[in-house]
């Protein structure tokens, strides 16, 4: 079939021909070589995200981007925790799918879909509920296309104390976000929106003193977050896993 589509939805999108070119290698995900390709995409998207490598790391979880938002959300906040939900569209609403299926307690801040979520919201919020540990929101909400005021909102829900947990899916790479000086602790985002590679893998730039303290913590064996984590550093970019196919996109240098 010699059919070409020119994808234009926010993802999965239109591949360059020298991302397809760079697939054609059949490597495989427990040889040497390609561990270090792993690990070079991960300090290529440390770079992208311009955070200092010795704070932050970055970790790629198999599966689509639910798959990443999925593995933070199970991995990271314990069972004492809890965790409060800025809703204003669908994937907002998914995180609060996730917690109920953990049995994470949280709290949700039902925004209405056409407007965007306020500082002025999250604080009040907070200051009503002083057991929330953790914050999630979603910085463009795809499905109506509004983008979420991460940067005056996350600052501060930082100074409180709380971890922060950011789903960039469809901004990172596409729109510039500040991750280390607005102090994001979980930033997700996947290989098939803005930086333009094949579906297959999510990843989550994560703050590593943050990241650090959650072994053990996670629920499920596949999406344990630290463990991968763990598995990558020792084993210089070894998945625990099979993984799909590298990352090979126009906007990451290997
Ligand atoms: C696309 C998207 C997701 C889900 O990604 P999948 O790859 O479809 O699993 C989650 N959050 C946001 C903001 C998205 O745009």
């Known amino acids: 079939m010699d059919n070409k589509y020119l994808l234009l939805t926010p993802g999965p999108l239109t591949t360059s021909s020298t991302v397809k070119k760079a697939m054609e290698f059949d490597y495989c995900t427990w040889d040497d070589d390609y561990k270090k390709i792993t690990q070079s995409i991960r300090q290529s998207l440390l770079a992208l995200a311009d955070v200092n490598p010795s704070k932050y790391t970055a970790v790629p979880i198999q599966g689509s981007g639910t798959y990443g938002v999925e593995s933070v959300i199970s991995s990271v906040i314990p069972d004492s925790g809890t965790l409060l939900i800025a809703m204003n569209g669908a994937y907002g609403k998914r995180i609060g799918q996730m917690a109920d299926v953990y049995g994470i307690n949280h709290i949700d801040l039902v925004v209405d879909e056409q407007s965007p979520v306020l500082l002025s919201d999250v604080k ?23 983008l979420n ?88 970019g070894k998945w625990r896993f099979t993984s799909q196919r590298t990352l090979f996109t126009p906007l990451l240098k290997h």
């Not at 979603?138 to 296309?145: A, L, R, V």
């Not at 947990?165 to 930033?187: H, K, Q, R």
């Open 124 to 146: 009040s919020t907070i200051e009503n509920h002083p057991e929330i540990t953790h914050f999630a929101m979603i910085h463009c909400e795809t499905t109506t296309g509004i």
């Open 149 to 236: 005021p991460i940067e005056d909102i996350v600052p501060w829900v930082h100074e409180k104390g709380i971890v922060t947990i950011v789903d960039a899916m469809s901004s990172f790479g596409g729109i510039p976000i500040d991750v280390s000086g607005i102090n994001i602790d979980f930033l997700i985002s996947s290989t098939n929106k803005c930086i333009q590679g094949v579906p297959g893998f999510a990843f989550v730039i994560a703050k590593k003193s943050i990241l650090e303290t959650t072994a053990g913590i996670a629920r499920t064996l596949s999406l344990d977050l630290y463990d991968q984590y763990n598995e990558m550093e020792k084993n210089n």
